[in-house]
């Protein structure tokens, strides 16, 4: 069973920039990874997709804002967020396991606990 710990989260003003990462306990590189955010009261958003290509997939809603990528390892996801606004407050999740098929991945099998990010 794979164990996901995300860290990286915190308290930033609008306008901020965090960078959020991900460990996974064992090796996780040939399936796709991606991050979700879940507000209190909301449902579990998307944000963004990598696959094993370095295809990546992101919601419109941080698109050109967030990136993803593996450049810390092939166990490791991180998420660059840039010009953060409050309406990004969650907690963020790390998700991996996935598989890949028409342009996004799915089926995701391992979750994190999650960090919280808070955008004032």
């Known amino acids: 069973h794979v164990q996901l710990v995300e860290s990286g989260g915190g308290s930033v003003q609008a306008g901020g920039s965090l960078t959020l990462s991900c460990v996974a306990s064992e090796y996780t590189r040939d399936y796709c990874m991606g991050w979700f955010r879940q507000a209190p009261g909301k449902e579990r958003e998307w944000l963004a997709d990598t696959n094993s290509d370095d295809k990546t997939m992101y919601a419109d809603t941080v698109k050109g804002r967030f990136t993803i990528s593996q450049t810390g390892g092939p166990n490791t996801l991180d998420l660059q967020m840039n010009s953060l606004k409050p309406e990004d407050t969650a907690m963020y999740y790390c998700?991996?396991?996935?598989?890949?098929?028409?342009?996004?991945?799915?089926?995701?099998?391992?979750w994190g606990q999650g960090t919280q990010v808070t955008v004032s």
């Open positions: 998700a991996a396991g996935g598989i890949w098929w028409q342009g996004r991945c799915h089926e995701y099998k391992y």
